[in-house]
């Protein structure tokens, strides 16, 4: 069983700064595609940032220049830095994996993480 779980989240003023992690535990064989999504009260979940396991990285372009995504492979551990944080950034962020297990080595499974809050208010 593969688990993904966020940290991080909490309440912050607009302009401030804040550094989500998500670690991948369990039966893990290899993780391929890492990403961010965030979903706001009656919004559709987006994309907000995804990074290749060698590290090209690619944007939402509301977040382009403000939010950095990163991940250490050896930690099985994703991470957004977010900063010059607005209102409009406020949601649950969810981590997502491409993630191919020990059992089942050739094959490459979608996890994701229930996620943890981000409020941004002053």
């Known amino acids: 069983q593969v688990q993904l779980v966020e940290s991080g989240g909490g309440l912050v003023q607009p302009g401030g700064s804040l550094r989500l992690s998500c670690a991948a535990s369990?039966?893990?064989?290899?993780?391929?595609?890492m990403a961010w999504y965030r979903q706001a009260p009656g919004k559709q979940r987006e994309l907000v940032a995804a990074i290749t396991r060698g590290g090209t990285t690619n944007y939402a372009d509301a977040v382009k220049a403000r939010f950095t995504i990163s991940r250490d492979n050896a930690k099985n551990t994703v991470y957004l830095q977010m900063n010059s944080l607005e209102p409009e950034d406020t949601a649950v962020y969810l981590c997502n994996g491409d993630i191919a297990s020990q059992s089942r080595p050739f094959d490459r499974n979608n996890y994701w993480g229930l996620g943890t809050q981000v409020a941004v208010s002053s």
């Open positions: 369990g039966n893990i064989f290899w993780i391929y595609d």
